[in-house]
T-cell receptor, first 114, second 116 residues
Framework: DAKTTQPPSMDCAEGRAANLPCNHS???????VYWYRQIHSQGPQYIIH???NNETNEMASLIITEDRKSSTLILPHATLRDTAVYYC???????????????FGQGTILTVHP | GAVVSQHPSRVICKSGTSVKIECRSL??????MFWYRQFPKQSLMLMAT?????????EQGVEKDKFLINHASLTLSTLTVTSAHPEDSSFYIC????????????FGPGTRLTVL
């Protein structure tokens, strides 16, 4: 699976949008971009994923560039509870009863401050 | 939906004993479950993939005789750490794939294992 590069840390003010970048320049055509987050001492939480179109759900929006070499996760109105490590992962969708492995990097530590 | 639970959440055991950790998918059937390990200040590392009714597939460097995985039903996978030693102390996390048309993994809350 393609590697990803994320900034080690970011800060965001409460109530503002948090924009977390991710580079995945070697992504291949059948690989999805997944975002998870991990709050301290908990299991990772699924946020969103996409292939090439922008995606939005109740938690966040995912913007993928046209060449798919980078993406941005947007938390529209960050709260203190959004403080976590955010992981951007590229994984091949295998379909059916097969699976794509998730390889976790170091992620971005997002700190939301009052 | 897509809730995964783990039991116990925390366990302390003596060196040389075995510890079993359960992972359950509460509102879906999971043909595939995964087991990860996370040491302090490090990222998650995949240990093994568990498919219902078949033997687990272990990642390179993970001892299959030490970390026994059983996926006996579509909602339950267990990880047994045999003859645990202090270096096995870690945060063990399972995940499950909900359904056949997706690869999205949903994670349990994790189990903190401390071996004295």
């Amino acid at each position: 699976d393609a590697k990803t590069t994320q900034p080690p840390s970011m800060d965001c003010a409460e109530g503002r949008a948090a924009n977390l970048p991710c580079n995945h320049s070697t992504i291949s055509g059948n690989e999805y971009v997944y975002w998870y987050r991990q709050i301290h001492s908990q299991g990772p939480q699924y946020i969103i994923h996409g292939l090439k179109n922008n995606e939005t759900n109740e938690m966040a929006s995912l913007i993928i560039t046209e060449d798919r070499k980078s993406s941005t996760l947007i938390l529209p109105h960050a709260t203190l509870r959004d403080t976590a490590v955010y992981y951007c992962i590229v994984s091949r969708y295998a379909g059916g009863t097969s699976y794509g492995k998730l390889t976790f990097g170091q992620g971005t530590i997002l700190t939301v401050h009052p | 939906g897509a809730v995964v639970s783990q039991h116990p959440s925390r366990v302390i055991c003596k060196s040389g004993t075995s510890v079993k950790i359960e992972c359950r998918s509460l509102d879906f059937q999971a043909t595939t479950m995964f087991w990860y390990r996370q040491f302090p200040k490090q990222s998650l590392m995949l240990m093994a993939t568990s498919n219902e009714g078949s033997k687990a597939t272990y990642e390179q460097g993970v001892e299959k005789d030490k970390f026994l995985i059983n996926h006996a039903s579509l909602t339950l996978s267990t990880l047994t750490v045999t003859s645990a030693h202090p270096e096995d102390s870690s945060f063990y996390i399972c995940s499950a794939i909900a359904g056949l048309s997706t690869d999205t993994q949903y994670f349990g809350p994790g189990t903190r294992l401390t071996v004295l």
